[in-house]
């Protein structure tokens, strides 16, 4: 019996490692101001920053810069998280397609000398199915 | 007309459905009893219930009829067929259309699972006995399953979601339906785009089947523990585990090599939330199928059997749950849209984890065990601690994909949480996976070898050094030579990897040592030491093409940013001008221009000799489309587009040493929901695979910036420099035809005939002039390739001068990313080679299942035999 008990131990001991480990590593949503604060204190964790493109009354983007023909993998923006701060935010990577249609921008990644440098922008584009519609009427009055 | 008849079948068919599962359900519920009923009623029941469950089994066939046929028939005034489907949709597409929608895929299960019963129902003298137990299980399962398309209002509650519902239902206020209720939209919104690729016509199915044979070892071990037969239902499930367990297993794969295929993000494997979902169940469903093995042989491992068969199941319908019911939110790509169905979804997943822990529970001091303790000389030793590491490695990938869970259940109690994904997943996941990894090549080597021998020291020390020193062998000579000799493109010095590889590559020679020792006695038995090869072949695959995955588009322009942020910058994307050598890494490449899928021709056309018309899927040629010698279409055919949603970008790659030249068409569609869609295009060596993909081109939708008119007035013969480029005014004639513009009588077709000598080549420009009913029309000839776009203005017949203006543009470009990924192939092949093992396994299992008791015996002592 003492082999199994030993082995169970083993078991027991990785999987509370494995939920440690998980909570070590999960990141966080905050706003820039958090974001901030920790790039402030020297932390070097990577967190998740919900927002929207900062944008003119008749709906422009502002503050979006990319020339491929300077630098392909360079893209910055600016960011209105919820608290309406508004912050610099580049990607390393070139412009995605649709970035100007989403509606909301979730990314990843950490402040860096005053800008966020994200390494992951998740774009979420208005549903599907309310452009469907919108579609459908325009084709079905004509 | 719309066609309401077929929807009302569909519609009433899922009804019928659901209640012949209810019906099913209780008698067989009934037939199952065992204490208080006669033989006579219990067989009475079973006849009934057996009627029920082919009620239920005809019903779905109509449903699934009745939807495709609203698909194949392009019927638009269905939702279904509207959002899914489209009228150029080919028809193994229209296939994909079937399960791309939520209802579609339920349906799907729902369809294996009656197939799986009906199988059950007539296989197997052994299956007859547990045929009450178990599909009373597979009724209650449809029951629940079919209430998920069954679409009904009852108060307030919506149970279900129709894939039948009409238009004018699904969006009343449209206007089109006030004006005319019976109005039917002429064309289907279609297919996503990134699902139309023959991987995702087989990849669902497969994984459904997967998803739908897990629950007859469920359904088994249910049987067992109610009807108190606790050893007895091991062996007619364990084929049906292994079934279960391949199918799992090729559909993940399959939809590793689509997403490899047709994404971008540069591999087989994200670590999303959906991908996670199926490959957690699979590692536990695998453990269960060692400890059940293990029980058949000495009788150990019943309940840690119990207990996997058991969290497979529930696992798979817990991923079924993360994945529709919309509790993923942000953390997916990939996942259902939320029909509402979430409740219907958790009480689904909730009524089989309590019926089966409570079962499981209430029985669990009844489930025999054996007191025998198990040494370390024994495989069964081995194989309980392969299933705990198999097991740890789910429960990783289990805790971090749960993670949106957890703050919705903390939200749904009133504490705010805003724990996310982790943000560097790979790492993540990485750190532990790995070291399962080498954790299973040991011990596949290890418990196979164990397995096999008989169980002392000697004998063990016997069979474990041949493998020992070819491993050792092997590994040093690779290790030698990648770092010593730049054999591969890539240094083996990495401690950790050389970890994974040396164990990978153990488990592959002990397991072949194996294979060579049954191969005179009984090759039929070596299922598994081949399934094991397949795992080892994989790990080493995706040890070296994740591991060592290379990007080669290194950027070197454009140093904006570098000083600020040195070390966070990756440049991973290269800028190409059309027809401009650029240099990358051991390449010259070079961008030449965009290209379309022409019916009936073997090769992509450039879009330059196409003249689009305004069908989108017919286009004019313009110049004789041949390759090689060979003419396809002459100048003016009308062509056949089928897919012009698709452009191909030309990239031609030379090796700077070797001087091999290769030519890719990496693919981009500009979506309008969902952007661009880029796709790869892989050329394949032996030792890797060159993956590259176009990252970004200029907008399309934006209207070129052509720059000023610039006007020259030439006579025949005049040389002028556009663009910095030397054009030569060779003439005009008049034509009698023009493609796509009907001319009268009167009317008067100018051609000009200009030469142009770029960097490579020449160009011919052909602008028209053309006097129709008094009017001049312009046909510019634009020259892609230079930036350069001629319009013909004007015709002075008195003193033979020809007016003709001149734009110039900035040059055509793509932004490109191309990595370099070794030895994927191994990885494809692993699957294979674990696939063949898997199913040499079920034959045997099912050989073995199948026959009666008196007739294993002696085989079993064969075994035995063999063994020792």
Not at chain 1, 110 to 128: E, H, Q, R, W
Not at chain 2, 308 to 319: E, M
Not at chain 2, 336 to 364: H, P
Not at chain 2, 680 to 692: C, H, M, Q, V
Request: hydrophobic letters at 45%.
């Amino acid at each position: 019996m003492k082999k199994t008990h030993i082995i169970g131990i083993a078991i027991i001991a990785i999987a509370i490692m494995i939920i440690m480990s998980t909570a070590g590593d999960a990141s966080t949503y905050v706003s820039f101001d958090e974001a901030i604060e920790l790039a402030e204190d020297g932390s070097e964790t990577k967190v998740h920053v919900v927002g929207r493109l900062k944008k003119d009354e008749q709906g422009h983007i502002l503050g979006m810069e990319y020339d491929p023909l300077v630098d392909p993998n360079l893209f910055s923006f600016v960011l209105v998280d919820t608290n309406r701060y508004e912050q610099r935010v580049i990607y390393f990577n070139p412009k995605p397609q649709d970035f100007e249609r989403s509606e909301q921008v979730v990314i990843t990644g950490s402040m860096k000398n005053d800008v966020f440098v994200a390494d992951k922008i998740l774009l979420k584009c208005p549903s599907k199915y309310v452009e469907k519609e919108i579609q459908q009427t325009t084709t079905a009055s004509m | 007309m719309i066609n309401t008849l077929i929807g009302d079948i569909g519609h009433l068919s899922v009804i019928i459905a659901f209640v012949a599962a209810i019906v099913a359900s209780y008698a067989y519920f009934m037939a199952s009893r065992t204490t208080g009923a006669d033989a006579n009623s219990l067989n009475s029941w079973k006849r009934f219930a057996r009627v029920a469950f082919y009620v239920h089994t005809a019903a779905v066939l109509v449903v699934i009829f009745a939807l495709f046929n609203i698909i194949y028939e392009h019927r638009y005034e269905y939702y279904y067929a509207w959002s899914h489907s489209s009228n150029h949709l080919p028809v193994h597409f229209m296939i994909s259309c079937f399960w791309e929608g939520q209802e579609g895929s339920f349906l799907l299960w729902i369809f294996w699972h009656v197939l799986l019963g009906v199988v059950l129902l007539n296989t197997g003298k052994k299956n007859k006995e547990w045929e009450a137990p178990v599909m009373a299980m597979f009724s209650f399962v449809q029951l629940f399953l079919t209430s998920m398309i069954l679409g009904i209002v009852i108060g307030d509650m919506k149970i279900g979601s129709s894939p039948f519902i009409l238009m004018r239902d699904f969006m009343p206020e449209a206007p089109a339906f006030a004006l005319d209720p019976n109005f039917k939209p002429e064309d289907g919104t279609g297919l996503n785009p990134l699902l139309q690729n023959y991987w995702m016509v087989i990849h669902p199915p497969i994984l459904f089947l997967g998803f739908a044979a897990t629950l007859v070892p469920f359904a088994f071990a249910m049987a067992g523990l109610w009807q108190g037969k606790f050893g007895e239902w091991i062996r007619p499930a364990l084929p049906w585990a292994h079934f279960a367990a391949v199918s799992l297993g090729i559909g993940i794969m399959m939809g590793a090599y689509w997403a490899y295929e047709t994404l971008n993000f540069g591999g087989y494997w994200n670590w999303d939330p959906v991908e996670n979902a199926v490959y957690i169940p699979w590692l536990v469903l695998v453990g269960a199928i060692h400890t059940m093995i293990a029980y058949r042989r000495s009788k150990h491992g019943l309940r840690a059997s119990y207990i996997l068969v058991i969290a497979s199941f529930i696992l798979i319908l817990y991923s079924t749950f993360l994945t529709r019911s919309g509790i993923l939110g942000n953390a997916s790509v990939h996942s259902f849209t939320d029909l509402g169905l979430s409740g219907q979804l958790f009480t689904y997943l909730a009524a089989f984890a309590v019926l089966a822990i409570a079962l499981l529970i209430f029985r669990w001091k009844k489930i025999p065990t054996t007191e025998k303790e198990l040494t370390t000389y024994t495989g069964e030793f081995w194989i309980f601690i392969g299933a705990a590491v198999l097991c740890l490695a789910g429960f990783q990938v289990l805790t971090t994909t749960s993670i949106p869970v957890y703050n919705s259940f903390l939200g749904f109690i009133g504490i705010e949480s805003n724990a996310a994904l982790p943000a560097d997943q790979i790492e993540h996941y990485t750190k532990f996976q790995l070291w399962a990894g080498v954790a299973i090549g040991i011990l596949t080597g290890i418990g196979q070898l164990m397995w096999w021998r008989k169980a002392d020291k000697s004998s063990f020390k016997d069979a474990i050094t041949m493998p020992l020193m070819l491993t050792l062998l092997f590994a040093s000579l690779v290790i030698i030579l990648s770092n010593r000799f730049d054999v591969f493109d890539f240094k083996l010095d990495n401690p950790v990897y050389i970890t994974l590889f040396v164990t990978s590559l153990f488990a592959v020679f002990a397991n072949l040592s194996i294979i060579l020792s049954l191969l005179h006695k009984k090759v039929s038995l070596s299922g598994g030491a081949v399934a094991h090869i397949g795992i080892a072949l994989m790990l080493l695959g995706i040890l070296f093409s994740s591991g060592y995955s290379n990007i080669i588009s290194d950027n070197t322009s454009g140093l904006l940013y570098s000083r600020e942020f040195p070390d966070e910058i990756n440049r991973d994307n290269v800028l190409l001008w059309r027809n401009t050598d650029t240099d990358m890494d051991k390449y010259v490449v070079s961008y030449h221009g965009q290209f379309l899928e022409v019916a009936n021709v073997p090769e992509y056309v450039n879009k330059e000799v196409l003249f689009r018309t305004r069908d989108e899927y017919t286009a004019i040629a313009r110049a004789d489309i041949k390759i090689d010698d060979k003419v396809y279409f002459k100048t003016g055919d009308t062509l056949e587009l089928p897919n012009p949603e698709n452009t191909y970008y030309e990239v031609s790659y030379k090796n700077r040493k070797s001087g091999e030249t290769f030519v890719l068409y990496p693919r981009a569609q500009v979506n309008p929901n969902m952007g661009l869609l880029a796709s790869p295009d892989i050329k394949s060596f032996a030792t890797k695979d060159l993956y590259t993909h176009v990252s970004s081109i200029p907008d399309p939708n934006e209207e070129k910036d052509w720059g000023e008119l610039k006007e020259h007035t030439l006579t025949m013969g005049d040389t002028i420099i556009l663009n910095d480029y030397i054009a030569i005014f060779n003439g005009v004639e008049v034509i009698k035809e023009v493609p796509g513009v009907p001319l009268k009588a009167g009317d008067v077709a100018v051609q000009a005939d200009m030469k142009i000598l770029g960097e490579k080549k020449e160009y011919h420009a052909h602008p028209l002039l053309i006097f129709k009913d008094g009017m001049a029309g312009y046909y510019p000839e634009i020259i892609e390739d230079l930036g350069i776009r001629i319009t013909f203005l004007n015709v002075d017949p008195a003193s033979e001068q020809f007016t003709i203006g001149v734009n110039t543009s900035q040059k055509d470009y793509i932004i490109l990313k191309a990595m370099e990924k070794p030895f994927v192939n191994i990885l494809w092949i692993g699957t294979i080679v674990m696939s063949i093992g898997f199913i040499m396994a079920i034959t045997r299992r099912n050989q073995e299942g199948g026959s009666k008791k008196v007739n294993t015996k002696p085989a079993r002592k064969a075994e035995k035999a063999q063994v020792a």
